[in-house]
């Protein structure tokens, strides 16, 4: 059944007059009859009653004009779902995240991206770093948020605005209520750390920080997601190094004290796979590289302030 006929019908249903009909549809007259006659010949049903002097529906053709009115509806609403789609303006993106980056850009991230293309579904995903690459590697997912500086070829990624390492301690802790600390005089407690397992990098990271201080930590737990790092701190079962970010979170029973001396950087990066980048994804990278973009102009203001 030809759409094109489907169009013939419903125009010729309206005005119930061929002349007026083959005139809306800028054809002549006997390319209608014909395309409303192969119409009802396929069908095997008279559509129209027609003479000399009138022309109107019969039951079947009142009926079938419904259909052939939804017909047509759903044939152009499917065009502009695929225009939608292929100008990214619709679809859905499957996304990993460490739970962490809530309290990093990927709130703002997602606000920006949800107001301005608000027919693409994102759906978050909380899983390991580790997790994340190799779902990426296997484009199970169009992008992930990871605590890393570098990732692995042929992975493509956007840094996220720097976060610094703090120090995490209990409230009643002796070093708690002070301005900063240097991390030395923490070289004979009991610390909490991030399993290797689940995040490599970022457990290699802190590690690499207690090196260069020359201290080599005596790790009492180990924790698989920065948020258990400072529930077990704020338990008294030790102290930890953390992304400040984290302070965001507003746990009781802990504190953030700054590190004295060089600002020891906690990376993080927008992670995709080249190989699979759809119309959405090019959209949400872009909105979020804005994003990204307008927060540390933002943070380098209020440092300057």
Sequence with gaps: MKLQFLRYFC?????LHFRRAANRLAISQPPLSTAIRLLEEELG????RRNSKMVELTPAGSAFLIEAKEILERVSRVGSVVRAIDGGAHGRLDIGVAGSMLYRELPAILARFKCET???EVVLYELYTTEQIEKLMRRQLHAAFIQASVVPAPLTSIPLRNDVFVACLPDDHHLATRASVDLREMADESFVMFSRES???SHDHVIGIFSQAGIHPRIVHRARIWMTVVAMVANGCGIALVPQ??????ISGVRFIPLSGRPTIAPAL???NPGLVPPALETFLA?????IRQQARVATKSQRG
């Design 270 to 272: 927008l992670v995709w």
């Design 199 to 201: 995040a490599p990098a």
């Design 118 to 120: 608000p027919a693409v």
């Design 11 to 15: 125009v010729l249903a309206e005005e």
């Design 45 to 48: 049903v008279q559509l129209l």
């Design 245 to 250: 970010s984290l302070s965001r979170a507003n």
């Design 287 to 291: 909105s979020a590289a804005t994003t």
